[in-house]
């Protein structure tokens, strides 16, 4: 019997999501697949023997043997930086999952979907969104978008483009865009009332982000009646990145 | 062993003979904790020793604030590998809350507001080894670090320094604490590595 | 100052290591107050020492996982049972 296996993964592309934010094309081969919302282990090992590892998101659907991650540098991490700004094309680490089977969405899902992000929280987020287009479905979507302020958005180019059946609100914590009508603050009752699903529609709804948003997000969704059973959560803390 | 990944060197695993093998230096001060942070009030905290004949020595925090402090400063080694040089503490030394307790008992079993226990010998609580902390790095110890109160007895994991310490049992036989009881060392020197059970 | 606890899916990999199937998704029954929900709801603090997964209702300890260099300890002693989901093909 064999445990979970760590697998050799190569960067095979790569792009900045914005000036701290690198997405990571990673090809695996032997790779299973994945669902959308799952996680990967990834395992960095110095020359000396010396390892260490991190959980991360995956932020794209199953593509053969392609895992895509999106890492946000965390200042003064031991992982996030080196994947950020110090792994080339070609060069490798090692992965191991999927793991996480709740915390996902499978496109035969019928519910109306809502998305509730706060900041990095939007990468298993945007799996399911682009789970939803590549497998066609008529999934009405809404994802809410908490940031900072406009430069810290992740996927900005793409959920700009139309798709049908998503709606993308933003919320903005700190600095708004010019002529931005919503000032700056925190998760509100009336951003989740206006930029969600009300409650009569039984969506399933997916929260991701720090903890203290997660907190706040799920608390308001209970408030404004949505079913507890259908609010699916997933917080990260300081990963030590 | 994984494969290596080009150009990855990790934290810094120290050289320096005041790291113990296998931790690294750190210069800020990691919070790790196993549940939430209690919030005790002081007129409601009480550190307490119970012997193993069952009498109960009991401190409230105006009787601590009226004993001597020390001032110690002292590396401090997490079990997670990292470690912190020449840190400065302010606390009452376990040997004098000990004077009046007349116990034959070898064991301590520490316990901690939120649940927390750990297990040391009673002898490394004493003779200038171990302090109850009230004050870190001249303020008064946040909640996150155990404050109000914390054990402190740096030669052994910080694991071993409990967090919000509300009292000491002593004991005739061992009995294992939180995660002495989920794999980790019973005893916990880091000069010997002693991280894990059976090390 | 929100205590920055992680939640039950920050398990699902440790516990993949464990078992042959994904356990976040496993339903369980809290031994101290009764509240049942999937493992992935639990309160988690961690990942080091090691993982405290605590009931969200009544905060007592449901499991620790600690996983050394050679060998994985597990306490399930705050879970009555657990109802795993044993249907689901799809790669977890």
């Given at each position: 019997m064999r445990r979970l296996p760590w697998r050799v993964a190569r960067l095979?592309?790569?792009?900045?999501?914005?000036?701290?934010?690198?997405?990571?094309?990673?090809?695996?081969?032997?790779?299973?697949?994945?669902?959308?919302?799952?996680?990967?282990?990834?395992?960095?090992?110095?020359?000396?023997?010396?390892?260490?590892?991190?959980?991360?998101?995956?932020?794209?659907?199953?593509?053969?043997?392609?895992?895509?991650?999106?890492?946000?540098?965390?200042?003064?991490?031991?992982?996030?930086?080196?994947?950020?700004?110090?792994?080339?094309?070609?060069?490798?680490?090692?992965?191991?999952?999927?793991?996480?089977?709740?915390?996902?969405?499978?496109?035969?899902?019928?519910?109306?979907?809502?998305?509730?992000?706060?900041?990095?929280?939007?990468?298993?987020?945007?799996?399911?969104?682009?789970?939803?287009?590549?497998?066609?479905?008529?999934?009405?979507?809404?994802?809410?978008?908490?940031?900072?302020?406009?430069?810290?958005?992740?996927?900005?180019?793409?959920?700009?483009?139309?798709?049908?059946?998503?709606?993308?609100?933003?919320?903005?914590?700190?600095?708004?865009?010019?002529?931005?009508?919503?000032?700056?603050?925190?998760?509100?009752?009336?951003?989740?009332?206006?930029?969600?699903?009300?409650?009569?529609?039984?969506?399933?709804?997916?929260?991701?982000?720090?903890?203290?948003?997660?907190?706040?997000?799920?608390?308001?969704?209970?408030?404004?009646?949505?079913?507890?059973?259908?609010?699916?959560?997933?917080?990260?803390?300081?990963?030590?990145? | 062993m994984g494969i290596i990944s080009r150009g990855f060197q990790g934290r810094r695993r120290g050289s320096d003979g005041r790291l113990p093998p296998g931790q690294y230096l750190v210069h800020d001060f990691p919070v790790l904790s196993a549940g939430p942070t209690p919030r005790v009030p002081l007129d409601r905290w009480e550190f307490t020793i119970d012997t193993e004949d069952g009498r109960r020595h009991r401190w409230s925090w105006?009787?601590?604030?009226?004993?001597?402090?020390?001032?110690?400063?002292?590396?401090?080694?997490?079990?997670?590998?990292?470690s912190k040089l020449d840190t400065a503490w302010q606390g009452v030394s376990l040997d004098v809350l000990f004077e009046e307790v007349e116990s034959a008992a070898e064991y301590a079993l520490i316990h901690s507001y939120g649940g927390y226990t750990t297990n040391l010998p009673v002898e490394d609580l004493l003779d200038g080894k171990a302090w109850l902390a009230y004050r870190y790095d001249g303020d008064d110890l946040a909640p996150e670090h155990g404050g109000p109160a914390r054990l402190l007895v740096p030669h052994v994991y910080f694991w071993k320094s409990a967090k919000w310490v509300r009292g000491i049992r002593l004991l005739d036989e061992d009995e294992p604490g939180f995660w002495e009881t989920a794999g980790y060392h019973n005893y916990g020197d880091p000069w010997r590595e002693q991280r894990y059970e059976g090390d | 100052m929100t205590d920055d606890h992680l939640d039950g899916n920050a398990l699902a990999g440790p516990l993949r290591e464990i078992f042959a199937v994904d356990m976040t998704a496993a339903v369980g029954r809290c031994a101290g107050c009764g509240l049942t929900g999937p493992l992935a709801t639990l309160h988690v603090y961690g990942p080091g020492p090691g993982f405290t997964a605590r009931c969200p209702g009544c905060e007592e300890v449901v499991l620790r996982v600690v996983r050394g260099p050679d060998a994985a300890w597990l306490d399930l002693r705050g879970a009555v049972s657990l109802r795993i989901p044993l249907t689901d093909a799809e790669p977890s």
């Amino acid at each position: 019997m064999r445990r979970l296996p760590w697998r050799v993964a190569r960067l095979a592309e790569s792009r900045w999501e914005n000036d701290s934010a690198r997405t990571l094309v990673l090809e695996v081969p032997g790779w299973p697949g994945h669902l959308a919302g799952q996680h990967v282990d990834v395992r960095l090992t110095a020359e000396d023997g010396y390892s260490t590892q991190r959980s991360y998101s995956i932020a794209a659907p199953a593509d053969g043997e392609r895992v895509e991650l999106t890492v946000e540098r965390v200042p003064d991490g031991e992982v996030s930086p080196y994947l950020a700004d110090v792994l080339e094309i070609g060069d490798e680490v090692e992965i191991r999952g999927p793991v996480g089977g709740w915390f996902v969405w499978r496109p035969d899902g019928a519910a109306p979907v809502l998305l509730v992000a706060g900041g990095s929280g939007i990468v298993p987020l945007m799996a399911m969104v682009r789970q939803r287009r590549r497998a066609g479905s008529r999934t009405p979507f809404r994802l809410l978008y908490s940031t900072r302020d406009p430069g810290r958005r992740y996927y900005a180019e793409e959920l700009r483009r139309p798709d049908p059946g998503l709606d993308v609100t933003y919320v903005y914590t700190r600095a708004v865009p010019e002529g931005w009508s919503r000032p700056p603050g925190r998760l509100m009752l009336d951003d989740l009332a206006a930029g969600g699903w009300p409650a009569e529609f039984a969506p399933d709804s997916y929260v991701c982000g720090p903890t203290g948003f997660v907190e706040r997000a799920a608390d308001l969704l209970l408030s404004l009646g949505h079913d507890p059973g259908r609010v699916r959560t997933e917080r990260f803390g300081p990963t030590g990145g | 062993m994984g494969i290596i990944s080009r150009g990855f060197q990790g934290r810094r695993r120290g050289s320096d003979g005041r790291l113990p093998p296998g931790q690294y230096l750190v210069h800020d001060f990691p919070v790790l904790s196993a549940g939430p942070t209690p919030r005790v009030p002081l007129d409601r905290w009480e550190f307490t020793i119970d012997t193993e004949d069952g009498r109960r020595h009991r401190w409230s925090w105006q009787d601590l604030m009226k004993l001597p402090s020390e001032t110690p400063t002292v590396d401090i080694h997490c079990v997670t590998k990292w470690s912190k040089l020449d840190t400065a503490w302010q606390g009452v030394s376990l040997d004098v809350l000990f004077e009046e307790v007349e116990s034959a008992a070898e064991y301590a079993l520490i316990h901690s507001y939120g649940g927390y226990t750990t297990n040391l010998p009673v002898e490394d609580l004493l003779d200038g080894k171990a302090w109850l902390a009230y004050r870190y790095d001249g303020d008064d110890l946040a909640p996150e670090h155990g404050g109000p109160a914390r054990l402190l007895v740096p030669h052994v994991y910080f694991w071993k320094s409990a967090k919000w310490v509300r009292g000491i049992r002593l004991l005739d036989e061992d009995e294992p604490g939180f995660w002495e009881t989920a794999g980790y060392h019973n005893y916990g020197d880091p000069w010997r590595e002693q991280r894990y059970e059976g090390d | 100052m929100t205590d920055d606890h992680l939640d039950g899916n920050a398990l699902a990999g440790p516990l993949r290591e464990i078992f042959a199937v994904d356990m976040t998704a496993a339903v369980g029954r809290c031994a101290g107050c009764g509240l049942t929900g999937p493992l992935a709801t639990l309160h988690v603090y961690g990942p080091g020492p090691g993982f405290t997964a605590r009931c969200p209702g009544c905060e007592e300890v449901v499991l620790r996982v600690v996983r050394g260099p050679d060998a994985a300890w597990l306490d399930l002693r705050g879970a009555v049972s657990l109802r795993i989901p044993l249907t689901d093909a799809e790669p977890s």
